[in-house]
Structure formats: C-alpha cells, structure tokens
C-alpha cells in the first residue's frame, strides 16, 4: 500500500482525523471512488431496466433480476433479500405482473401460497441485457489484465461481504 499504511486501519475508528492524516485521506478517495460508482450504477440501471421495458422502474428492474437468479421466490423472501419495505415490493411486483414480466404460479406442497415467477417475456429481456452488460463490461476493462480482473473481483467480493453498519 502507498506510504506504508500497510496494518494502520485496523486503530483508525480510535484516532482523530489529526492523528492519521495519511490513512484519512486514503479512505475519502475510497470514499469518493464509491460515490461515483453509485451514481453510474443508478446510470446503468436505469438503462438496463428500460431495455427490459421502458415503464420498468430501476427498483422493480432489480427485482425481477433477483427472480431470474434465484428461482421461483416469494414476496417475503424478495423483501428480505432486498432489504425493501412490503410496500414497495407489493407495488413493484404488480407493476411487473402488469407489464407481463412475472407470473404467479401455485406452491405446489401448499394451496395456500405461491411464488412469482419470471415469464418468457422477462427471460427474453433478460438475456438481452445480459448480452448487452457482458459488451458493456468488456469494452470497460479491455485493457485490464487477466490478474487484474481475478484481484479487482476478489476485492469486490471481500469488500462487500463486510458492509458498513452491519453487525459481524
């Protein structure tokens, strides 16, 4: 790491600003970094979802993504995989039932439940995004190499299997 900051993070939360100018300014250009990383993906998501459909809304877009991966899935388990509020999901889930993007089909161990899932519509919008992410994502790191790739994937990961505010 520049400077030598290797180790000197792990005491950060205890040190004033003052104390670790070095290590501060190293992360508020992390910080920085993400900000912008945020907004281009509220970019990108938009885009993507008005490729699927141009009245989906970014929130259901993710949804329905969420779907496609997952398998057939219940409200419940989408709320608690996203981290949105009932309402939200409920009024996104109609939205794509509306526009013939998801479909409900009975639980076939319980009568009384069903679960959502992705319609042929969906899974032909879907792909086309995928075609179009993966063309998006190569022109991106084309110059990076194959090394490149593996650590900036395994730092994603490790960074975001520890987010901020969630208890360890």
């Known amino acids: ?23 501060q300014s190293v992360i508020l250009d992390i910080e920085a970094g993400i900000a912008q990383l945020f907004r281009s993906a ?9 490729e699927v459909h141009p009245e989906l809304q970014p929130t259901g877009f ?23 509020d009932k309402s939200a999901v409920s009024r996104q889930l109609s939205a794509l039932r509306a526009l013939g993007l998801l479909a ?15 319609t042929p519509l969906a899974e032909e919008r879907l792909a086309a995004v995928r075609r179009l992410v993966t063309l998006d994502y190569a022109e991106r790191f084309e110059t990076w190499s194959g090394d490149e790739l593996t650590t900036f994937a395994r730092l994603l990961e490790r960074f975001n299997d520890n987010p901020p505010g969630v208890p360890r």
């Open 1 to 23: 790491m520049p400077g030598g900051l290797e180790g000197s993070f792990a005491n950060l939360r205890h040190m004033s600003p003052q104390d670790a100018p070095a290590e």
């Open 42 to 50: 509220r970019y990108v998501i938009r885009r993507y979802s008005a």
């Open 62 to 84: 993710s949804i329905l993504r969420h779907i496609a991966q997952s398998g057939p899935s219940q409200a419940s388990s989408i709320i608690a995989a996203t981290g949105l």
């Open 104 to 118: 409900t089909r009975p639980d076939p161990t319980d009568g009384r439940s069903s679960y959502l899932v992705t």
